[in-house]
């Protein structure tokens, strides 16, 4: 694949490239819509991602070209006027990198030309704009010889999106692509980003990732109807105990206090957030002690906390799951990312993988009318250069 793509950056650029940069794509393991309450996530990254071809230039003009858009061309634009703009589409999240690293350290920078080739499926909630910020900025802190540090990067990549991009998301996918290891994964409090890392020994399984190709069309809007949810229950308890966020609140204090949430609804918010919050520290144990059964187990009823209480799953995503979890060779099963479409995951043993996919993919198109795909994933490192 890299000479295909050394040749296509020749093709586009009509010079050589001198630098190669590849940053992953997240899963989050189990810990769900709780980055933004304060809670625990489990993600890591995986061996899908996004690729980057640079060269220098001597002057101040930056030249971005994507595979994935090849129809949209050479997206160009000057160091003098990073701002965001519309009309340059996907281009705006390598930009809004390029504009605060510019901020950060300006001393050596100088244009730039970059081919891009990503192989996370689109629209499947794999967080393909997390890998494409982490992307740019290692290849920045290469090509202008800068040193932040890698936190600093990955808090730059929630920047672009909250500020630059305009959405309302947590750390979690930049933290993950960002800070992941191979054959780890991360268990990070989004309150603090205190964080460690976590053996993932997977000898004889793997991660499977089901794409249900239900594009994510509510997620948008849903997810801001949850994060308001969750700030109204959060706004009631603190009336009669003294929190920060939701997830400071232990199983045994939302047994004693949910009786004074106005409404079922907050309840059941309240419910999945603190139950999934202790759902990691237990799958951090688990892991730990090799036990990839009680691991499993987790990630099962974190999607039936998911569906039930939290309400962000939908029918192509519970189908999918419910398929794979009666699948003899799957531990568990469980969506990941926003919800109402785009991906879940299973860890499947390694002898049952062919017969999973088959059983599994054939099932879902006959019952949802179109067919899923699916993806065999590694635990990788997080966003580098590639020597």
């Known amino acids: 694949m890299m000479e295909n793509l050394t040749k296509e950056f020749i093709k586009v650029f009509e010079e050589t490239s001198e630098n190669t940069f590849f940053a992953p794509g997240r899963i989050n393991l189990i810990g769900e819509h709780i980055d933004y309450n304060g809670g625990h996530v489990f993600p890591c990254a995986i061996s899908y991602g996004t690729y980057g071809l640079t060269r220098k230039r001597s002057d101040r003009i930056v030249r971005l070209y994507s595979m994935n858009f090849s129809d949209q061309g050479i997206k160009e634009f000057s160091l003098d006027n990073l701002v965001f703009k519309e009309s340059d589409d996907w281009a705006n999240y390598p930009k809004g990198m390029i504009s605060y690293l510019y901020d950060l350290d300006s001393s050596q920078a100088t244009g730039f030309d970059m081919l891009i080739y990503g192989n996370i499926p689109n629209g499947a ?99 801001n109807a949850r994060r308001s949810e969750c700030n109204e229950a959060l706004r009631e308890l603190q009336k009669v105990i003294k929190i920060d966020t939701l997830s400071d609140l232990s199983v045994t204090d939302f047994e004693k206090y949910q009786g004074s949430l106005s409404r079922d609804i907050l309840r059941q918010r309240v419910r999945h957030v603190v139950t999934e919050n202790q759902r990691t520290l237990d799958a951090k144990e688990a892991l730990e002690a090799g036990d990839l059964v009680v691991f499993g187990q987790l990630m099962n009823e974190s999607h039936q906390s998911l569906k039930a209480d939290y309400e962000v799953t939908g029918n192509e995503l519970d189908t999918i799951v419910e398929l794979v979890q009666n699948q003899e060779g799957v531990i568990g099963a469980r969506m990941t990312g926003a919800g109402f479409g785009g991906c879940a995951i299973a860890l499947v043993e390694d002898d049952s993988l062919d017969r999973v996919i088959d059983q599994v993919g054939q099932a879902y198109a006959d019952k949802i009318g179109y067919e899923a795909d699916f993806y065999i994933a590694s635990v990788g490192d997080g966003a580098k250069e590639i020597i």
Not at 149 to 172: A, C, P, T, W, Y
Not at 192 to 211: F, G
Request: with cysteine.
């Open 125 to 223: 909630g794999l967080s393909s704009s997390a890998s494409i910020e982490l992307l740019t900025a290692v290849a920045i802190e290469k090509m202008w010889q800068i040193k932040p540090d890698r936190i600093n990067l990955v808090k730059l990549g929630q920047k672009v999106e909250n500020d630059f991009i305009g959405v309302n998301s947590g750390i979690m996918d930049q933290f993950a692509v960002g800070m992941g290891q191979s054959n780890h994964a991360l268990l990070l409090d989004c309150d603090t980003l205190e964080y460690s890392v976590v053996p993932l020994e997977l000898p004889h399984e793997k991660i499977l990732i089901m794409n249900t190709n239900k594009r994510r069309e509510l997620a948008d809007s849903k997810y």
